[in-house]
């Protein structure tokens, strides 16, 4: 397994490092960043034209190295649409059309917001595309409210189709209030038109793209919550180092180290299998059985290091005056994007009878 971050990973955490800080929650509460102010800092920084995810440029950031920005975010904390925006240009710039070029240079550039919503089976109905109409409601759609147009997974007859559709144009947005007060919204498409120009992909290259983009996103988010473990950790060994009861820390009791122990056995895994999955991709190795492991683990560490951190805070984690729960809002999120356990493990297992049939991944 190799676990070397990309080259340029120092650079770009020393930079997140600068950047994250100012609007964390876990410094000041009341620290807000507008959508706008955020895009154009992104832009500033490049960060919106970070990687190729052709893999064809090897003077484009690593994903690896990529992965050190996420880590950073998920360590402070702080909520941005970097990762939405992200997907969107990957989807684009891997289907490699006229069309979908402009578009990844606009986003890259910051000129266009453009949100993805992909189908989901668990959330929402599908997203129909008949006679150039599309209809579906997709639920839980990040930053909608701020998009200019939305990236769309689409279904039309029986295969997929990706295409631009304007915000506003046969589409209603509404905000879905969420404990982590989180930017989720609902994204209905009501007899919104889709012209031919419109569509980017369809059939197989459409699902080419959807699925490296996914990948993608799935180790940058797997590296925010091991950002935030870390974070969490911190904070609850700090924790048991200064309460005291039964006259001296609660630290001293086994129990309290077990839990500390299990959080860091987590957060180390997450970190280990975030690394081997984004060097895969960077490689163009065999990735599915790297990312099924770190997808199993991401949501694994996602529940269990809020679960220990409450244990070892008792009713403190549950005060507004705790950080805690503000990874528990964030937590509870995360582990749901990654797939459920009994998919992963099915990944993992069809992986490894291939390897012992001698096919190969």
Same mark, same amino acid.
């Given at each position: ?22 609007? $964390?929650?876990?410094?000041? *509460? ?12 992104? *832009? ?13 440029? $090897? ?7 990529? &992965? ?7 360590? &402070?904390? %702080? ?26 240079? @606009? ?11 992909? +189908?989901?089976?668990?959330? +929402? ?25 939305? #990236? ?8 997929? %189709? ?8 046969? @589409? ?7 404990? +982590?007060?989180?930017?989720?919204? &609902? ?14 992909? *369809?059939?197989?290259?459409?699902? &080419?793209?959807?699925?490296? /983009? ?7 988010? /797997?590296?925010?919550?091991?950002? =935030?473990?870390?974070? #969490? ?14 006259? +001296? ?28 999955? =984004?060097?895969?991709?960077?490689? *163009? ?64 297992? @069809? ?11």
């Amino acid at each position: 397994m190799n676990l070397n971050w990309g080259e340029d990973h120092s650079v770009l955490v020393e930079v997140a490092k600068s950047v994250f800080p100012k609007y $964390s929650p876990l410094v000041d *509460r009341a620290n807000s960043v507008s959508y706008a102010d955020q895009l154009a800092q992104f *832009r500033d920084l490049d960060w919106l034209q970070l990687g190729d995810a052709t893999g064809l440029s $090897s003077e484009c950031a690593a994903l690896g190295s990529i &992965a050190g920005i996420f880590v950073e975010m998920g360590y &402070a904390l %702080v909520d941005t649409p970097l990762l939405d925006l992200t997907i969107a240009r990957d989807v684009a710039m891997v289907l490699a059309t006229d069309a979908s070029t402009k578009l990844a240079e @606009s986003i890259g550039s910051g000129a266009a917001s453009v949100i993805p919503v992909l +189908g989901r089976e668990d959330w +929402g109905s599908q997203l129909n595309l008949e006679n150039g109409i599309l209809r579906g409601t997709a639920l839980a759609v990040a930053y909608a409210e701020n998009a200019d147009s939305f #990236l769309v997974e689409a279904v039309e007859g029986s295969e997929t %189709v990706v295409a631009i559709v304007d915000a506003g144009s046969g @589409s209603t947005v509404a905000a879905m209030p969420n404990i +982590g007060r989180y930017p989720l919204f &609902a994204v209905t498409f009501e007899d919104a038109p889709v012209t031919a120009d419109s569509i980017l992909a *369809r059939g197989a290259s459409a699902d &080419a793209a959807l699925e490296v /983009a996914t990948q993608r996103a799935a180790v940058l988010r /797997a590296a925010q919550v091991h950002g =935030a473990g870390k974070r #969490l950790l911190d904070i609850t060994v700090r924790y048991a180092q200064e309460r005291n009861q039964f006259g +001296g820390p609660i630290g001293r009791f086994q129990a309290v180290q077990y839990l500390c122990t299990d959080m860091t056995i987590n957060v180390h895994l997450t970190s280990a299998y975030v690394r081997a999955a =984004a060097n895969a991709i960077d490689n *163009r190795a065999p990735s599915q059985p790297h990312l099924a492991l770190m997808c199993k683990q991401a949501a694994e560490t996602a529940r269990e290091m809020v679960h220990s951190a409450h244990e070892v805070h008792a009713g403190m984690g549950y005060m507004v005056e705790s950080n805690v729960h503000l990874f528990t809002n964030a937590a509870k999120r995360w582990q749901y994007d990654f797939g459920t356990d009994a998919t992963n493990d099915a990944l993992v297992t @069809s992986a490894v009878e291939h390897i012992y049939a001698g096919a190969g991944l």
